[in-house]
Each structure stands twice: as structure tokens, then as C-alpha cells.
């Protein structure tokens, strides 16, 4: 019988964090720290607005585009945020999760053998997707010492003549990392010094905790080549609505929307439509939410502290990426041993790339009670470590 399979697909390696996820729903009084989803409701009256769209019967495809209401509501809150100011007749289209935009915006830009440049660790979604649509992905490693954030001297040292696409993935899953607006600017004047695009993934724009998120795509010469990603799964704890956006230049968006309606249609109707109220009514959830997760965020550097676990702090997203190297294990056996022996699951480092060695992710999306509980088990586990035992149950 011949090979049914894609030797493309074959090659692409399952979700790091999924792993570690689907142990801990069969183990017993396990906590886990590893999955990017708000703890939180999605807010009331969101839900609220979904219901009464079904009450009322608006349960046909929307246009492939999305709802015009919707776009115009993503329009202002980009404006009124972030100053980007987009036509939403023909800038912005609606997409089943920022994952789809992501996807689309590679399949639509990349000619086989384009290189995609892609800062690491990053989500796991840009490699694989890049693979997909025939792109050629191209890791730039970020460092510690840097906080994690894209130097322009790093960005010009990857770029070849095949190079056409970098990623941006700031706020950053999953190191917390952000970009200030002078760390933004230095990175544009190569992209456009060697005419590349950018897939800017803002999804965590709203979980910035120092200063104000910046996007590329408002710095001069940057938003006719800039595909700005963003979404209400983290904002507005909408995981499972599954609802994001791509907003850019209609010479791309056009063809985006194209493998968008043969693949998908339109994003769901019933999310659209409570999108609609999360953005007219939904800032004051945002900022509330955006609160807890600061408290929770400077909770864990405390207690890092006084562990005497080394991390960096992070300003965005809700993430820590604390550093490990000193027990001399490997992230993975460092993540396995400590749900085997304590109940604790954390994402290895190396499930966002190579260079994620040494560290591993900690999500604070979660209750103060549930991180207090992890944490004391995980001091737990280190101290014994540090005492010459292997970890090991």
C-alpha cells in the first residue's frame, strides 16, 4: 500500500505543551502551570450577547470577511489603543483564532524556499507553519541577558537574500519578554534597509505591566508591510470562542482572505457577535484582569527570590521563564521529575525551540491559591535537589 501520509506533515513534531497537558488530566491531585489560558470567566456580559444572538436566530455565515460591526469595532480599539488606524472594509479580516491568522498570512506571503526569520523561544506555531507553507524557517536566538528582546544586531546578522518574512512575537510566549518602542525602531530600520515583511502576533498586547504595548506596524514605513495579528483569547478570556483578527495591506489581506474562505468560510457567528460587545464594553474586564495577573506576576518573583531561582522579569504576556541550568538536568527531565515527584507541571524550555534549554515556563494565568500550593511543592523539590537528591521519585 503506498505512504497515505505528507512527508512535509511527518516531519513537524506535536505541540510540547500539549504533552505535559494531557499527563496532568489523568494524574491525580496534580497543579498544573503549563497552558496559556485565562483562569477567569469570560466576562458576563460577553457571554451574555453570544446568548442572545442564538435567542435571536443569527446563527447563518457571516460575510468571509467577518461581521462589518465586529471590524469596525476592531478598527476603533486598534486606533484608540495602539494608534493603528486600518480600513475595516479592506484591512482587516476575522480568523478562527490568532493561530489561523498567523497561518494564512504565511501561506499567502511565502514562495517555496523564502526564509522566515522567527525569534526564540517563541509560540510553538511559527515554525511549523512557516514548514506549511513551504517557508524555510530561520531561528534568531534571543538571550538572557538581552531580557529576551530582538536586537537589531541579531536581526541583521540572520538575514540572507532569501530571507523575505520575520516573525515578531512580542509580547512573548514564553518568556514575558516585551519590546520598547527604541528596541522597535532600531528592528525597523533593517526591515525596511533590506525591504523584508512582518507577521507582528500582538495577541498579549493588552497584558503589559510597566508601560503602554507599541506596535511595529505605528512606527513610520512599517504598516504597508506589517500583518498585525491579534485576538480576544487572552484580553477578554475567550479561549474557546476561538475569534482573532490579521489587520495589514489589502494587496495581502485580499489573499489572505482567499485561502481564509476556502479553508474556513468565516469565523463563528455567535462569537463574532459577543466580540462585538467584549470591545464596546469589555475595557474595564481587560484592566481588571490585567491587575490580577500583575499581582500574580510579582508574586512569583518574589518567591523566585527568595528560592534563589534566577529569572528574568517579565513585562508582558502571563509568563515566567526562570532559568534551571543550575541542577545540571535538562529542561525536560527537569519538567518530568518535578510532576513525577511533587505533582507540578511546567513546560520545558525546549518546547519553544533549542535555545529554550535551561529554562522552563511558568504560566501565572492561574489562581494566587494554585500558585502559592505549585510553588511551595516546587521549592520543595529544588531545595531537595540542591541537597543531592536526583529528583527522582
Known sequence: MRNPLSKTIVTIQPSGIRKFFDIVNEMEDAISLGVGEPDFDTPWHIRDEGIYSLEKGRTFYTSNAGLKELKI????????????????????????????????????????????????????????????????????????????RLTAEELEAAITPKTKLLVMPFPNNPTGAIMEKKDLEAVAEVVKKHDLFVISDEIYSALTYTEKHISIASLPGMKERTIVINGFSKSHAMTGWRLGYACGPRIILDQMLKIHQYAIMCAPTTSQYAAVDALRAGDEDVQRMREEYNGRRRYLMHRFEEMGLECFEPYGAFYCFPCIKEFGMTSEEFATNLLKTEKVAVVPGTAFGDCGEGFIRISYAYSLDNLKEALDRMEHYITGLRGGNNGEA
Open 73 to 148: 469595532e476592531i478598527a476603533k480599539y486598534l486606533f484608540r489603543n495602539y494608534d493603528l488606524q486600518y480600513d475595516y472594509q479592506h484591512e482587516i479580516i476575522v480568523t478562527v483564532g490568532g493561530s489561523e491568522a498567523i497561518d494564512i498570512a504565511m501561506r499567502a506571503m511565502l514562495d517555496p524556499g523564502d526564509e522566515v526569520l522567527i525569534p526564540m523561544p517563541s509560540y510553538v506555531s511559527y515554525l511549523p507553519c512557516a514548514v506549511l507553507a513551504n517557508g524555510v524557517p530561520v531561528p534568531i536566538n534571543l538571550k538572557a541577558e538581552n531580557d529576551f
